[in-house]
Antibody, heavy 119, light 110 residues
Framework: QVQLQESGPGLVEPSQTLSLTCTVS??????????WSWIRQPAGRGLEWIGR???????NYNPSLKSRVAMSVDTSKNQFSLKMTSVTAADTAVYYC???????????WGQGSLVTVSS | QSALTQPASVSGSPGQSITISCTGT?????????VSWYQQHPGKAPKVMIY???KRPSGVSNRFSGSKSGNTASLTISGLQAEDEADYYC??????????FGGGTKLTVL
């Protein structure tokens, strides 16, 4: 079955750019009518949808983060990525990648990657 | 785009039924039948339990059910078991190709 795994630096300095990659295994990014999403969760708090990308490169972002977020996809590596600029301590969270279909929801999810913004 | 409103906590004894509400607006829950529910155990990734408001993915117990009335969606767990103790999140399509989650509800099995 499809599995997702996040990777990237666990520590980012304030005002710098957060970069994460999600590697998909057990299936192809390009198969099915799925979107590929990023979701984050600050410690002890709820989930926040960051945005999604289709294999065509078409993207949709949370309006509250849109000015700082960019997603990309590399079908040859079966990976998709997240970049978030000008980070602050408020961006400290566990970042999840997930496969998404509008009707069946977010499934499956990666195990999550903790990113701490600190100097 | 504001987070959907869920109670911070609910509790119940084994064998009982509990219901978790998820209140949105007529811009999200009230208009679209695209509500999903997620179960999250401590330190783990969320798992989808309900999609399209009331449908269960393969492998999810039929003790979990979903419904909607107006701007409020609900998740009901019947025959409560110790393993159901977790955080639960609702999620809805919010128009403009955006998605919004609820604040989460901590379920305690007494």
């Amino acid at each position: 079955q499809v599995q997702l795994q996040e990777s990237g630096p666990g520590l980012v300095e304030p005002s710098q750019t957060l970069s994460l990659t999600c590697t998909v295994s057990g299936g192809s990014l390009s198969s099915g009518s799925y979107y590929w999403s990023w979701i984050r969760q600050p410690a002890g708090r709820g989930l926040e949808w960051i945005g999604r990308i289709y294999t065509s490169g078409n993207t949709n972002y949370n309006p509250s983060l849109k000015s700082r977020v960019a997603m990309s996809v590399d079908t040859s590596k079966n990976q998709f990525s997240l970049k978030m600029t000008s980070v602050t301590a408020a961006d400290t969270a566990v970042y999840y990648c997930a496969r998404h279909h509008p009707t069946t929801g977010f499934d499956p999810w990666g195990q999550g990657s903790l990113v701490t913004v600190s100097s | 785009q504001s987070a959907l409103t869920q109670p911070a906590s609910v509790s119940g004894s084994p064998g009982q039924s509990i219901t978790i509400s998820c209140t949105g607006t007529n811009s999200d829950v009230g208009t679209y039948n695209l509500v999903s529910w997620y179960q999250q155990h401590p330190g783990k990734a969320p798992k989808v339990m309900i999609y399209e408001g009331s449908k269960r993915p393969s492998g999810v117990s039929n003790r979990f059910s979903g419904s909607k009335s107006g701007n409020t969606a609900s998740l009901t767990i019947s025959g409560l078991q110790a393993e159901d103790e977790a955080d639960y999140y609702c999620c809805s399509y919010a128009g403009g190709v955006t998605w919004v989650f609820g604040g989460g509800t901590k379920l305690t099995v007494l």
